[in-house]
C-alpha cells in the first residue's frame, strides 16, 4: 500500500508561483509513476504532469508554465506551478501507480493506483 499527502496549496493572484508537495509512506516512490491531477468545481479530474524514472509529461494547458521533479531520497514529488492564471484553480491530486510502459500512457485519471486526499489551488484574478 501507498499513502499519500499533498501539501503546498493556497490563494496565490495571477502570475504568481506555488509549489505543490506529495509525500508518500509505505513504498519507496522508486519504481512508481508519479503523477498530478486536478478538479475544478463541476469538473472532470483532469491530468497535470507526470513523472517516472527522470522521464515527465505534461498536459499541453501547463506545459511550459509547471515542472514535476521527485527527491526519492525525500521520497516526495514536486508541482513547481509558475505564471499562475484564474484557470489553473482547482483541487490538485497526487496519484501513484507502478510503472511498466512508457510514460505517456499515464495521463489518464484510470491508470492510477493510489491517491491522495488532494489540496486546494485558488488563483484571483
Not at 490563494?11 to 516512490?29: D, F, K, M, N
Not at 519504481?31 to 527522470?54: C, I, T
Not at 512508457?102 to 492510477?112: A, D, E, P
Request: one cysteine or more.
Amino acid at each position: 500500500q501507498v499513502q499519500l499527502v499533498e501539501s503546498g496549496g493556497g490563494l496565490v493572484q495571477a502570475g504568481g508561483s506555488l509549489r505543490l508537495s506529495c509525500t508518500a509512506s509505505g513504498r519507496t516512490l522508486r519504481n512508481y509513476v508519479m503523477g498530478w491531477f486536478r478538479q475544478a468545481p463541476g469538473k472532470e479530474r483532469e491530468f497535470v504532469a507526470a513523472l517516472s524514472d527522470g522521464a515527465t509529461t505534461y498536459a499541453d494547458s501547463v506545459k511550459g508554465r509547471f515542472t514535476i521533479s521527485g527527491d526519492n531520497a525525500e521520497n516526495t514529488v514536486y508541482l513547481q506551478m509558475s505564471s499562475l492564471i484564474p484557470e489553473d484553480t482547482a483541487a490538485y491530486y497526487c496519484a501513484a501507480v507502478p510503472g511498466y510502459y512508457s510514460i505517456l500512457y499515464y495521463n489518464k485519471v484510470g491508470r492510477y493506483d493510489y491517491w491522495g486526499p488532494g489540496t486546494q489551488v485558488t488563483v484571483s484574478s
